[in-house]
């Protein structure tokens, strides 16, 4: 990248997204094109036949698409946009290469934004970052500032009929709020006015790099914003310049929850917050359940508050965030009192947030996990398995099929059936079921009166499909 164009030069010229329909990529595009740039695409996924309803969107919105075979590249003032894990092999890199296009990964694309805005707010953490971006978006749009918001799943506050898929808001240039990724590494290029460090967890990366990363991340960061109750983040905070604490168990944390205040519901719940830089008490109610979503909300009120909002205001504005697309997101509950949920949990961390917010009421579990992949199976599979046992009881049930694979070179050798072995000699009770459709058919066949079946996975939008198909057999 030594012979970067500026920043006006590089906008003034036409992109070409390859993948335009994944999570981190579709924000971009949409934040691109709202600022009145010229974008194309291409995906795999379209060319397939999955979620043709997402790029009949996209098309509607004024997107031409393309289909993955290269034609879309054809001048070499393009740039093209194409994550780091894109095979050489894909048609668009091979002409891109030809036409010597300047090739920007997804996070080099969202770090220029972020960093030419008048003030960049990062949400960084293994777990919970879309919600706290969607959180901290939400309470600054309701505020009147205008943010533009770059997040990794659809905000239901800002969906529209004619913009379904709203990961992303064009606002203003004043304020760029967006999660930043620690996995590939590209946290590093961000620099912050407001760095939110929500925990520290192993996912893609070993303890050792995540600690340097984050604690670099943090010593970037005008303010850095601490969850207290996560030792492993808190002991980061000597890296940061200025800090604000958030936490539920800390009574130190500068933003906090009066002891005893919480009234929790299956679907909702209430407390009362508390800045204790003035002392002043706040009643919250928030839309989701579980403990991590009200850590997330003190995140994203405490994120605020570095960016000038009082408290009580933050605290207002997050009565009316209505949560993201697949995270804990209940698609019915059937006549049988049976309720299906569609959740975006991958990872040990928050696939454990969502079995405690599930087990915190009576009813039995039925757990279908999608694995988003060879590789991360490989990495996290024993941390994995020791989760699902650990969190579910004697009655409830874990369902894995195949990864997801979409092609490529990744070593297959090792599936589902090892991470259902050792969830088994753990003491839990799961089943592999190779193929998705006939996870369906056991569940549908399986499922009583009081049931909860949670639907779990990423990096695959087909899920949510699932989710309601099978809610739909269950009505």
């Not at 058919?441 to 079946?453: E, K, N, S, W």
């Amino acid at each position: 990248m030594s012979d970067m164009p500026t920043p006006d030069e590089l906008f003034a010229r036409p992109f070409f997204f390859c993948g335009i329909g994944g999570s981190g990529m579709l924000p971009l595009a949409q934040i691109l094109k709202g600022r009145g740039c010229a974008v194309e695409g291409s995906d795999r996924s379209r060319d397939q036949g999955r979620t043709p309803e997402k790029f009949g969107a996209l098309e509607q919105q004024g997107f031409t698409l393309h289909p993955q075979d290269g034609s879309g590249i054809f001048s070499g003032k393009q740039i093209l946009v194409a994550s780091a894990a894109v095979e050489d092999t894909v048609p668009e890199v091979q002409r891109a290469r030809e036409l010597d296009c300047l090739r920007l990964s997804r996070a080099e694309l969202n770090s220029i934004l972020f960093n030419t805005s008048g003030a960049g707010l990062a949400v960084a953490g293994t777990s919970g970052k879309s919600t706290v971006t969607g959180m901290l978006g939400w309470i600054l749009h309701a505020c009147g500032r205008e943010p533009t918001i770059m997040n990794g799943a659809v905000m239901k506050n800002f969906v529209s009929p004619e913009r379904p898929y709203a990961s992303a808001v064009v606002g203003g240039r004043s304020l760029y709020v967006s999660e930043v990724d620690e996995s590939d590494g590209s946290i590093a290029l961000y620099r912050p006015a407001v760095g939110v460090l929500l925990n520290v967890s192993l996912d893609h990366k070993s303890m050792e790099e995540l600690r340097q990363l984050f604690g670099d991340y943090l010593a970037r960061s005008r303010i850095g914003v601490i969850n207290a109750d996560d030792a492993e983040a808190l002991a980061l905070l000597p890296r940061a310049k200025e800090v604000i604490t958030f936490g539920i168990e800390q009574e130190k944390a500068q933003i906090g929850i009066v002891s005893g205040s919480i009234a929790e519901g299956p679907m909702r719940q209430a407390a009362l917050v508390i800045d204790r830089h003035d002392g002043s008490e706040h009643a919250l109610t928030l839309k989701l359940p579980g403990r991590h979503n009200l850590s997330n909300a003190l995140a994203a009120i405490a994120g605020a508050a570095a960016a000038g909002i009082p408290v009580e205001k933050a605290v207002e504005a997050l009565a009316g965030f209505e949560g993201l697309a697949r995270r804990f997101e209940v698609v019915g509950t059937s006549v049988s009192a049976i309720t299906v949920i569609d959740d975006f949990g991958h990872n040990p961390e928050k696939c454990a947030a969502t079995l405690r917010t599930l087990k915190a009421h009576p009813g039995r579990v039925l757990a279908f996990f999608q694995p988003h992949g060879y590789g991360p199976l490989r990495q996290m599979g024993d941390e994995l398995a020791q989760t699902f046992a650990e969190e579910l009881s004697d009655g409830d049930r874990v369902f894995l099929c195949d990864p997801v694979y979409y092609g490529g070179t990744v070593d297959r050798s090792e599936g589902s059936e090892r991470i259902v072995r050792l969830i088994e000699d753990a003491g839990g009770h799961a089943e592999y079921i190779p193929s998705r459709k006939s996870v369906g058919d056991r569940l549908a066949t399986i499922a009583r009166p009081g049931d909860r079946i949670v639907i779990m996975g990423a990096r695959d939008d087909t899920l949510s499909t699932f989710a309601r198909d099978l809610f739909g057999r269950l009505a």
